[in-house]
């Protein structure tokens, strides 16, 4: 499985600008996530848990897919607590009619995407001159992620 099929950020212009009902946000998630689908009773979970804003009238917005976007990377990691820790104020503001800090946030993470994504690609292949064993290969895989992990938590003390 590539990486980047895991880990696809759409672009804000690639996002429907117009309100989706539930079926067609999960369409558009699949198309984007298809290894790692969300459900409607995930979805409906993160609105419940304040991560994500609720819909207006059973439509979902530009706002929401990009909380989700956000959400399909972080949980790969994170923990929903942790998730909330960091998305809930920027779904709060959200509710509230503000969208510059998810714009500012989205932007800046989608500008350093590209880049990241390389540095992710050539620790790979550096770590898999380590050894042949595929087993050994799969430990440090999992032991980056790990690694990786414990540092983006410890960052969840902004």
Do not use: C, W
């Amino acid at each position: 499985m590539e990486t980047r099929e895991l880990l696809t950020l759409p672009k804000i212009e690639e996002i429907p600008d117009l309100g989706l009902y539930m079926d067609q946000v999960i369409t558009f998630m699949e198309k984007r996530y298809p290894a790692k689908p969300l459900t409607k009773t995930m979805i409906n979970n993160y609105t419940k848990d304040r991560i994500l804003f609720p819909p207006k009238k059973k439509k979902y917005s530009r706002e929401h897919l990009m909380l989700l976007s956000l959400i399909q990377i972080l949980k790969r990691t994170l923990s929903l607590p942790e998730i909330k820790l960091l998305l809930g104020p920027l779904s709060a503001a959200i509710e509230k009619g503000s969208v510059t800090e998810l714009y500012a946030l989205y932007e800046s993470f989608s500008a350093v995407y590209p880049a990241i994504i390389h540095l992710g690609e050539s620790t790979q292949r550096s770590a898999q001159t380590l050894s042949e064993d595929p087993r050994t290969t799969v430990l440090i895989r999992a032991l980056l992620s790990a690694y990786f992990a414990d540092l983006a938590e410890e960052a969840l003390t902004f």
